[in-house]
Structure formats: C-alpha cells, structure tokens
C-alpha cells in the first residue's frame, strides 16, 4: 500500500546524512565528553563543532547555545528558568502546550499570567504586549510560528517593545526553525527553543539559545554541563545530529529546497480549494512557513477525516485533542474565532524534504473524494 506522510510539523523523518554522521558515536567515537583523555577530547570537539552549527543556524555565538532534550524542555528551561513568584509574565493563547502548560503552573506558584488574544489570522497585536506590560512583568514569551496554522508572529516588533521595556523575551521557534531564516538579534529575543525532529533531526534534542548576560536557573542539579545550565551527560549522537540537521537546514535557503516545498504546499491548497466547496485556509491572509497548510472543510469531522485518509495511506492531522473522552476543538482555532465545529473540520497538512510532487498528486487523488463522503454523512451538509 502506497503511504504518504504529510505530518511534518509533528515530526519529520531524520535525513540519513544526519543519521550517517551520528552513527560512529553510538560506536567507536563514544567518549563522554567531560572525561580528559583521548576519547573525552575528541567527542568534546565533535559536541563544540555540533554547538557551531546550531548557532549559525541561529545567529548566534556557540557559548549562548545549551542543548536540550527537545523542544519542550527549551521552552520549559526558558520559562522556569527566569519566573518566580511575584513575577508577571505576557503569553499568548495560541502557543504550543510547552509554553501554556509551564505557564499555568507558574500561576499555581504564585507568578500572574497573561494569555493574550489574537486576531483571525491567529496573529499577536504588539500593541497589545505593550499595554500588558507591568512594573513587575519578568518575561515575554510569544511563539515564532504556530505549529498549527504555521503563522508567523510579529517577532521583531515584539521584540522591540520587550527590548524598550527592559523584559526577558523568549520566542518559541520550535516550528520555524530550518523553514523561515532565524537571527536572533534581529528578532530581538533573549532565550529561543527550537528542537531537531522538525527539521529532519534526531527526535528527543533541541536546544535554548540563552543570551550572554541572561542568567537563568537550571531545571536540572547536578555536574556543571552546559555553563550550568543543564546538568547531565550530554546525548552525543543526538548533540553530532542536531548540529549536521541544522547545517543542512541552513542549506535549503539557499539550494532551494524550501522553495520545492512551498510550491508543494501553494499546488495542494490552491487545488482543494477548487476543488471543494464551503473550505478555505486557516490564517491563509497572513505571512506563512512554506511547509504548512490549515485547511477547514465545513460538514466534515476532522477526527473522521484523519483516520479515513490513514485508511487511504495519507497521514495528515487535526490539532483537536482528546480530553476525557470528548474532542475539544484545537485551542489554536478558537483563538482566532474560528466557532468549535469549523475548528473541530480543520486538518494540518505539513510537508518535509521527502516529500515530492508524487506525493501531492496522491493527496489531491484521495482527499476531495474523502470529504465528499464524509459529507454525506453529514446531517449538517444535507441541510446546508
Ligand atoms: C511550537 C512547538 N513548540 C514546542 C514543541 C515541543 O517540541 P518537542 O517535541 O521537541 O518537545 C512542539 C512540538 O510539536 C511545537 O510544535
């Protein structure tokens, strides 16, 4: 059976020149890197030339690079990191569940917490950062682009009012990273997550950029990694794949791989869009990743959808969520107003650098013909 996977915000497959220069780690070059005698030096030069590669990826320099178990615990290092009680800091409503989850706890700990709105592009006004800002506001922490709709978030103007105000600002870029060029003083953020498996990296690493100067308490104790800043041996393989990952997304802005992508992405919505009435494109006015489309099609279920286009072999997504047993609408879509049975008809297509044009050509075979069905059995569309 033909298998299509167009899910790559969820995650992408590791590009075998990432696993090829990997691989002798898990072997021969296994040293742990604090140890001093041969073994130790030479993985301590391979994790410092991985460091490199993150930071030019990033604009920055290596020492403000500490590498991490992944997306989540960037987030989490950043956020915990820098808040205590009595602290204020600004959100959104639309981050990843990374951020919004350690934001609710910092609440239970005694730190106030603002989510702010957005508009119906899923878009934060940063006017509306400024007005949040109190005398007691620590941090900033407002996404680079959302993993659902993929909309790209006015980072530099935040940043800007961060930097008058003299507040922390961290940016989730988690789903930007390796799909839209980073540079971390022009964004103006002082602490950036991204993590390796969205850019055809090891699963399970990412990495925070801390500013030099940011102090932040670690969340782990223990040896004096990472300028203590995260305790712990360091994943050697994962560290070596993270820095070859980032060196080959670096790459794709100049050998046109992310062009291949987004002409990918513009055929597969233009397409649907003709094809298939009462559907349209989730924060389609507002500037982009090229990899990621939110599509709604009204009538349709999207649980139903993802798992009969499986059955099809295209692997798509909702960002619905199961929560005690019902499916809650995704927490991104109502945000931007979209009314839960829209949010609930929406699906995530997300492409990577394996996909093809073949690939689109297979979606666009299996996917009007699914929604069509799927509408009639919908009590909805009969009467629409
Ligand atoms: C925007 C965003 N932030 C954070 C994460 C978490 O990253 P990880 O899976 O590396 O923990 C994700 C993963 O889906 C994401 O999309």
């Given at each position: 059976m033909q298998r299509v996977y167009l899910d790559s915000n969820a995650t992408t497959p590791m590009l075998p020149e990432v696993f090829e220069a990997m691989r002798p780690f898990y072997?021969?070059?296994f040293g742990n890197a604090s140890s001093i005698?041969?073994?130790?030096?030479?993985?301590?030069?391979?994790?410092?030339?991985?460091?490199?590669s993150v930071a030019r990826l990033l604009g920055c320099r290596a020492a403000e690079i500490v590498f991490t178990s992944g997306g989540t615990e960037a987030d989490n290092l950043a956020i915990f990191g820098l808040a205590?009680?009595?602290?204020?800091?600004?959100?959104?409503?639309?981050?990843?569940?990374?951020v919004l989850n350690a934001?609710?706890?910092?609440?239970?700990?005694?730190?106030?917490?603002?989510?702010?709105?957005?508009?119906?592009?899923?878009?934060?006004?940063?006017?509306?950062?400024?007005?949040?800002l109190r005398p007691n506001t620590k941090l900033i922490s407002i996404m680079t682009a959302n993993n659902e709709t993929g909309v790209v978030e006015p980072i530099e103007e935040i940043g800007c009012v961060a930097s008058e105000a003299d507040v922390y600002f961290h940016t989730d870029a988690v789903q930007a990273a390796g799909k839209i060029p980073i540079d971390v003083k022009?964004?103006?953020?002082?602490?950036?997550?991204?993590?390796g498996h969205k850019f055809h990296g090891p699963q399970g690493m990412g990495a925070l950029y801390v500013r030099r100067g940011t102090l932040i308490d670690p969340l782990f104790y223990g040896g004096?990694?990472?300028?203590?800043?995260?305790?712990?041996?360091?994943?050697?393989?994962?560290?070596?794949?993270?820095?070859?990952?980032?060196?080959?997304?670096?790459?794709?802005?100049?050998?046109?791989?992310?062009?291949?992508?987004?002409?990918?992405r513009d055929r597969l919505e233009a397409t649907l869009l003709q094809q298939i009435d009462a559907a349209g494109v989730n924060s389609g006015a507002a500037k982009?990743?090229?990899?990621?489309?939110?599509?709604?099609?009204?009538?349709?279920?999207?649980?139903?959808?993802?798992?009969?286009?499986?059955?099809?072999?295209?692997?798509?997504?909702?960002?619905?969520?199961?929560?005690?047993?019902?499916?809650?609408?995704?927490h991104v879509l109502t945000a931007m107003g979209l009314p839960p049975?829209?949010?609930?008809?929406?699906?995530?297509?997300?492409?990577?650098?394996?996909?093809?044009?073949?690939?689109?050509?297979?979606?666009?075979?299996?996917?009007?013909?699914?929604?069509?069905?799927?509408?009639?059995?919908?009590?909805?569309?009969?009467?629409?």
């Open positions: 072997f021969d070059e005698h041969h073994h130790g030096q030479h993985a301590r030069a391979a994790v410092e030339r991985a460091r490199e205590n009680s009595g602290d204020h800091v600004i959100t959104s409503q639309v981050e990843h569940h990374a934001c609710k706890r910092l609440e239970q700990r005694g730190v106030e917490v603002t989510y702010l709105p957005v508009d119906r592009q899923a878009l934060v006004d940063p006017e509306d950062v400024r007005k949040a022009k964004m103006g953020c002082d602490l950036l997550s991204i993590s004096n990694h990472e300028r203590q800043r995260r305790a712990g041996n360091e994943n050697l393989p994962g560290i070596i794949g993270l820095g070859r990952a980032a060196e080959i997304a670096m790459g794709g802005f100049d050998d046109g791989s992310l062009k291949r992508i987004q002409k990918m982009r990743v090229p990899n990621t489309s939110n599509i709604f099609f009204d009538h349709i279920e999207g649980e139903a959808m993802v798992i009969a286009l499986d059955l099809k072999g295209l692997a798509v997504s909702t960002g619905a969520a199961c929560s005690s047993g019902a499916i809650e609408p995704s049975e829209r949010a609930r008809a929406s699906i995530r297509f997300s492409i990577g650098k394996h996909n093809t044009e073949a690939d689109i050509d297979f979606a666009l075979s299996v996917i009007p013909q699914t929604v069509a069905r799927l509408r009639e059995l919908s009590p909805t569309y009969a009467s629409a």
